[in-house]
């Protein structure tokens, strides 16, 4: 069992930038993949980044490439999102997921975050 706990979000003008966090516990972070997704109002759970467990690998939607930069602190037990260059359509629930493998299908991870709002006005 994972139990993970996102933070981080918050209100901020385009442009800016917000670092969302996910702190887990239970099992390290070394047998899983992370990944962070998003949700904004009427739309579907959209896939943002991944990074395996050592952090070698690092995977990026195409909306957030080059704004967005996934890092991983095993000491911790913690995944970061540093998120610059925000827009407004950048608005929507984050949440935090961990899975056996690499996959943007949502239904594929198995463990989940309560989520962390991020608005961004324009």
């Known amino acids: 069992q994972v139990h993970l706990v996102e933070s981080g979000g918050g209100l901020v003008q385009a442009g800016g930038s917000l670092r969302l966090s996910c702190a887990a516990s239970?099992?390290?972070?070394?047998?899983?993949?992370m990944s962070w997704f998003r949700q904004a109002p009427g739309k579907e759970r959209e896939f943002v980044s991944a990074?395996?467990?050592?952090?070698?690998?690092?995977y990026y939607g195409d909306s957030v490439t080059g704004r967005f930069t996934i890092t991983i602190d095993n000491a911790k037990n913690t995944v970061y999102l540093q998120m610059d260059s925000l827009k407004a359509e950048d608005t929507a629930v984050y949440y935090c997921?961990?899975?056996?493998?690499?996959?943007?299908?949502?239904?594929?991870?198995?463990?989940w975050g309560q989520g962390t709002q991020v608005t961004v006005s324009s």
């Open positions: 997921a961990a899975g056996d493998y690499y996959t943007t299908r949502s239904s594929h991870y198995t463990y």
């Open positions: 239970g099992r390290t972070f070394a047998s899983y993949v």
């Open positions: 990074i395996s467990g050592n952090g070698r690998s690092r």
